[in-house]
């Protein structure tokens, strides 16, 4: 594997139960430092990716059958989730699920789980630079954030427990645009300053592929298109199907977007 790829999915199957496959031959590269988007439809196959990843799969009664996930050089595929969370990839997932009944920064301190007993007051200054909203809220119980800022308390749990890959399922969904704006020039700060490599799962591809430097298209569990996210930011097929724009520039109805699904060209 070249020095500068931290992880490698090499051609994976994915069946739920020993019956339903959901992931069909999936093979992508995420390198050092890079933020990578993985877009598409829902039911696309996006989240079962990145729990093949994480090893959330293995509660779910789901695994991977074939191919293989280098991270590092370590063969991870359905491996505990406990293991591959040590190894330093940590994985926020969709629903923003904060622990209710705790405080804003009893749950901030849930993210040092993996590293019980060494010191955690920069990590949580570090928190409280990107997400200053939290400040006010950190004696507050988590049960009574806003959606906002539950969606910052778990990316801020996350960055705790000092990512070297951080990988972000949905992070925009149910947001206000403004709220939206801010999660994601957020996410583009702690890459370029903390050097966090970040996958991001997203609907919202304008916002995912304006902060990405490389984006993936998923289709019925296959990876479809895949390039620069400013080319794919061009390209005539994503514009129509994922922005929403015809080829004039001129913005689509959601009715003619589905009424043009079946000329698309990749299946």
């Given at each position: ?6 992880l ?8 739920y ?8 031959g ?23 990716t ?21 991270y590092e ?31 804003v ?21 570090l ?35 000092q990512?070297k ?23 583009k700060r ?14 919202n591809a ?7 430097h ?10 479809v298109?895949?390039?620069e996210?400013?080319?794919l930011?061009?390209?005539p097929d ?8 015809a ?21």
């Amino acid at each position: 594997m070249e020095d500068n790829i931290l992880l490698q999915i090499n051609n994976i199957s994915v069946v739920y139960s020993d019956v339903i496959q959901v992931l069909k031959g999936v093979s992508l590269i995420i390198k050092k430092g890079q933020i990578v988007s993985l877009l598409g439809s829902n039911g696309a196959g996006k989240t079962t990716t990145l729990k093949a990843i994480s090893g959330l799969l293995k509660p779910e009664n789901g695994k991977v059958t074939e191919g293989n996930i280098v991270y590092e050089g370590h063969l991870i595929q359905n491996s505990a989730p406990e293991y591959i969370t040590r190894l330093g990839i940590i994985q926020v997932l969709e629903g923003r699920q904060p622990f209710k009944y705790l405080t804003v920064e009893e749950n901030l301190r849930v993210g040092t789980a993996t590293r019980w007993g060494k010191p955690y007051k920069k990590d949580l200054e570090l928190v409280y630079h990107y997400f200053q909203p939290l400040v006010a809220r950190k004696s507050r119980l988590a049960g009574y954030c806003s959606g906002g800022e539950l969606q910052m308390l778990v990316m801020g749990r996350a960055l705790m427990a000092q990512p070297k890959l951080l990988l972000l399922d949905e992070p925009s969904l149910g947001l206000a645009p403004f709220l939206v704006r801010e999660i994601f020039e957020i996410i583009k700060r702690i890459n370029e300053e903390q050097g966090t490599t970040i996958m991001l799962v997203e609907q919202n591809a304008n916002m995912a592929l304006l902060i990405a430097h490389h984006g993936y298209v998923m289709e019925n569990g296959k990876i479809v298109m895949e390039d620069e996210a400013t080319k794919l930011r061009e390209n005539p097929d994503v514009k129509e199907f994922y922005l929403g724009t015809a080829a004039s520039g001129a913005l689509k109805s959601y009715k003619d977007v589905k009424a043009y699904k079946r000329r698309k060209r990749w299946l």
